[in-house]
């Protein structure tokens, strides 16, 4: 059976929680906010599938990708809604016209990130824009291998860990599956996100029952200095930040707060396994100078043959330009395998319930980007 002895070889994905077959595996927070798997012994008939599934004991070999693309989507709103170039967007309102059911990552009632999905193209503002907080898969491969068993399309969307996790959990392959993962700098912590929040919602007195959505990436300054913004039900910006000075957004970039996994991280460059990689393609100007509007410019990777066509499908919605994968991995630190650990993570952590998180940040954030 499962058993966590150093937090850096489990990245959260919840395959063997939602694996195994007597439901004796609990996931728990620890002191620092990530779940973990904790099973039950006197309930464990000792089948071994947990060790199975799990996707960092059996992890993949890495892989160049057939093809790498900038990209634009050329709906205007959607894409100035979006994190990057509104390539998830595209994905998503191509499946869901099929008929088909996407997978994302939205908040809860309560601003948690979890997991979800939705068959309604009216629903997906709730899974647009990069939520830098870890989130809770809660059940969601189960109930994406039911639509898949019923023959439905389904775009499943996450981390490179969460499709690795997925593709484990389903342990073979379905033609009516597209996984996209993006390009992942690292899952911030649940607990440090909820003690900004409640720090944030007191200090500017925003009552949260007016909150309409929060992005981490607002665009009214443009793309490359986006701000952390909260809008109310109308859409109507209440709180407005540059990411610089964000103390949550400073937090995440100097690599202060994210899970000790991410550290190690055993999914990038093609082992996730998934059928396209999305990300920003930061310095895609330098190749094509003549996409550069400041607006978002989407990095892809198309890593199989079933990505391959479902992007070549798609390419009458974007202005798309092939690029040299080399150059997207040299000017993406996303992609790149080794995060650079910072000094005082764990006296920030060892801190987190005895001092004020906005001291506590400002001391112990040194932005290295
Ligand atoms: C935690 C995290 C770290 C990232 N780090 C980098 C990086 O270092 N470099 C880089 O180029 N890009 C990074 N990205 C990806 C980038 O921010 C955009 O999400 C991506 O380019 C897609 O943008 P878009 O315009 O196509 O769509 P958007 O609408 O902006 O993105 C929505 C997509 O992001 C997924 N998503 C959002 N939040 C989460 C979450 N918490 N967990 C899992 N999936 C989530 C949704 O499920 C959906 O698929 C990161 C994203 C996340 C979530
Ligand atoms: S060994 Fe089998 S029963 Fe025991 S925790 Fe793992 S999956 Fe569950
Ligand atoms: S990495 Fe995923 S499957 Fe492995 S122990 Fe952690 S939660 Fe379970
Ligand atoms: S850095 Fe790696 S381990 Fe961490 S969330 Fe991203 S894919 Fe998962």
Redesign the pocket.
């Known amino acids: 059976m499962i058993q966590i002895i150093n937090k850096k070889d489990c990245c959260g994905c919840a395959a063997c929680v939602q694996r195994c077959p007597k439901k004796c595996i609990n996931f728990k927070s620890d002191s620092e906010g990530f779940l973990y798997p904790i099973v039950d012994a006197d309930k464990c008939i000792k089948c071994g599938l947990c060790i199975k599934t799990c996707p960092i004991l059996n992890s993949n070999n890495k892989k160049d990708p057939i093809a790498a693309y900038a990209a634009i989507?050329k709906n205007e709103t959607i894409?100035n809604?979006?994190?990057?170039?509104?390539?998830?967007?595209?994905?998503?309102t191509n499946i869901i016209n099929e008929g088909g059911v996407v997978?994302?990552?939205?908040f809860d009632k309560a601003w948690n990130?979890i997991?979800s999905y939705t068959q309604s193209a009216a629903e997906l503002w709730r899974?647009?824009?990069?939520?830098?907080?870890?989130?809770d898969i809660k059940e969601s491969y189960i109930i994406a291998k039911n639509f898949l068993k019923n023959n439905y399309k389904v775009l499943f969307?996450?981390?490179p860990c969460?499709i690795s996790g997925l593709k484990h959990f389903l342990n073979k392959d379905y033609e009516n599956l597209i996984t996209?993962?993006?390009?992942?700098?690292?899952?911030?912590s649940p607990k440090v996100w909820t003690q900004y929040l409640n720090y944030l919602f007191f200090k500017q007195k925003i009552n949260k029952q007016d909150i309409g959505n929060i992005y981490?990436?607002e665009k009214s300054n443009g793309w490359i200095c986006y701000n952390f913004a909260i809008k109310n039900s109308k859409e109507e910006i209440i709180y407005k930040e540059p990411h610089t000075e964000n103390l949550f957004m400073k937090a995440f970039l100097s690599n202060l707060i994210l899970r000790p996994s991410c550290y190690v991280c055993q999914f990038k460059q093609g082992k996730s396994n998934s059928d396209l990689t999305?990300?920003?393609?930061?310095k895609g100007w330098e190749v094509y100078p003549q996409i550069h509007d400041n607006k978002?410019i989407?990095?892809v990777l198309v890593n199989s043959k079933k990505g391959n066509l479902l992007y070549n499908s798609l390419k009458t919605e974007l202005i798309s330009f092939t690029t040299e994968y080399k150059h997207a991995l040299k000017t993406?630190?996303?992609?790149q395998e080794i995060e650079y650990t910072n000094k005082y993570r764990d006296i920030f952590f060892k801190s987190l319930d005895k001092e004020n998180i906005e001291k506590l940040i400002k001391k112990y954030t040194k932005i290295q980007w």
């Not at 899974?127 to 989130?135: C, D, L, N, T």
């Not at 996209?180 to 911030?188: A, E, I, K, M, T």
């Not at 993406?332 to 992609?335: A, E, F, K, P, T």
Request: glycine share 14%.
């Open positions: 989507y894409r809604e979006s994190s990057s170039g509104g390539m998830f967007s595209l994905l998503a997978f994302g990552a939205t990130v997991h899974f647009r824009g990069s939520k830098y907080v870890q989130s969307t996450g981390t969460q996209v993962d993006v390009s992942c700098h690292g899952v911030p981490f990436r999305i990300a920003d393609y930061w978002g989407s990095l993406n630190h996303g992609l």
